[in-house]
């Protein structure tokens, strides 16, 4: 009896601990698209008229290049590994990517951020969050 315990609670702290690691995950791609949603997208690209009362910003037609970003080593609280890492080290385990798309001209954009991790078993998860930014100048 003691023995079928003890097998419960072994995969009760490893369903947790796989729990955890996906909340965490979710957070990390939470604050990133967060970070993009303060981006300014303001004006009209085609009438940049009255200049002094609404010039046209677009922070995030900078971003939009199509591609994934190079990979940021994130800790779980979401503070980046500084230098230049090649690898994740035990405590910045998170990997965080994203890429920003511009649809075109009256589009939104489509941001997408994903974060990797490594369960116990070495496999690899992935959560990815995908949000369309619209152009307040359309």
Known sequence: GLLGTRAVQQAVIGASKAAND??????????KIEEFSTFLTTGDPDNPLPAPAAP????????ATG???PPQYVN???AILG???TA??????WIRRWRVLNTGFG???VISVAVTYA????TPKTVQLDMERRKSWQ
Request: charged share 20%; glycine share 8%; proline share 10%.
């Open 83 to 85: 230098g230049n890492p």
């Open 56 to 63: 046209f910003v677009d922070q995030l037609r900078s971003q």
């Open 107 to 109: 589009l939104p954009y």
């Open 22 to 31: 996906s909340a965490v995950a979710l957070r990390l791609a939470s604050q």
């Open 119 to 122: 369960t116990d078993t070495g």
């Open 76 to 78: 779980s609280e979401g």
């Open 88 to 93: 994740p080290t035990p405590e910045y385990r």
């Open 67 to 69: 591609t994934w970003s």
